[in-house]
């Protein structure tokens, strides 16, 4: 398919992959990065006036479940990447918890298959760790690589044994790729349904105790340094695990990790009217955790920003706080979460946010995406840093409704989603003038 050009004009181009940050013109053609910066004369099919917008590299995330096979009424790869583009991402990796779990060549292709197949956005299989996430014998990597995986993870739930951990670590050497972990000791959280404390004991629910994260991240710490996998722990949410990446880095041990929108703008005492909106693993800690979190972002200890996008159907999640399911959906909320809890409390400026969603996650994953460099596939968010607007669950393209944040009047959101060159949202001031082209 041939793509039309695109001449985005005096927007701020940010790119922080080449330390960019200025007021200039952006040319894309062919699918790709054409030039960048200054003024640019040349004629395009399309022209988009950009002034007081931000222009920088397609979002990434790297921690969203899409659902699909199995569970279709919650979310499917085309609902949820298109819930992605809504929110500004033109890149996600799915995690493989599905019905059945993506542990084999086959689940990639078809993640692969039903992803070009909607047509919204990039989409990257993270293939089991273990078959049938069961824990107990390796999934094949080598077969799921082949087919386009770029990580490895039971998310949902921690692997239990450490041999096998080793011998998935020891694995993944050869295809220099990272596990990603779901930091959960089920012998510490078992039963927990919020943060262990004395919030809990209070509301009258069972707590998973912070130490359930500390103590398998520091258990795989050690084997990521004995064997120099390469690691990478989702959804950090505690103060000793900050501290514990911040000492593994010093010591050089290839570790990353992410924090989601909620354990940055949340806490334990959101539990309070027990909604299962604010029900997710690992659950909403304190504010001491929150403020770890944000530190660990401000000094590099934590690389990026993720979602964790984990939609539940209405009815479950109308269940009693004890027996609702975990998680909350994410990918068309994350940017104005993120803008609230690190841009407006000043812990990160904008190009440090974009740094946290584009092309720190791109390394991560290897992905050859992440910046706007010439020659690059032209995969642009353009983002109204000044819209203020109320998140409404209703208005959502995502399949479920499960969000914290609905009725939250924020600022800042992505007015056009640019995929490969194709502009596949368009919102805003920028709504009218592009709609005729998304499709
Ligand atoms: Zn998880
Ligand atoms: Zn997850």
Redesign the pocket.
Known sequence: MSTASILIKQGRLIDPARHLDEVGDLLLEGGKVRRIGGSIAEAAERTIDASGLIVCPGLIDVHTHLREPGHEEEETIASGTHAAVAGGFTSVACMPNTHPPLDNQAGMEFVTRQAARAGHCNVYPIGCITKGRQGKELAEMGQMIRAGAVAFSD??DGVADAGVLQRAMQYSTMFDVPLIE?CENADLSSGGVMNGGATALRLGLPGASPMAEVIMLQRDLVLAEATGARYHA??VSTAGAVELIRQAKRQGIRVTAEVTPHHLSLTENDCREYDPNFKM?PPLRTQADVEACLDGLADGTIDCLAT?HAPHGQEEKELEFLYAPFGVIGLESALPIYVKALIESKVVGWPELVRLMTVNPARILNLPKGTLAPGADADVTLIDPDLVWTIDVEQFKSHSRNCPYHGWSVRGRAVATIVGGVVKHAGGALAQALSAVTH
């Open positions: 998310d949902g779901h989702a959804h693993s964790d």
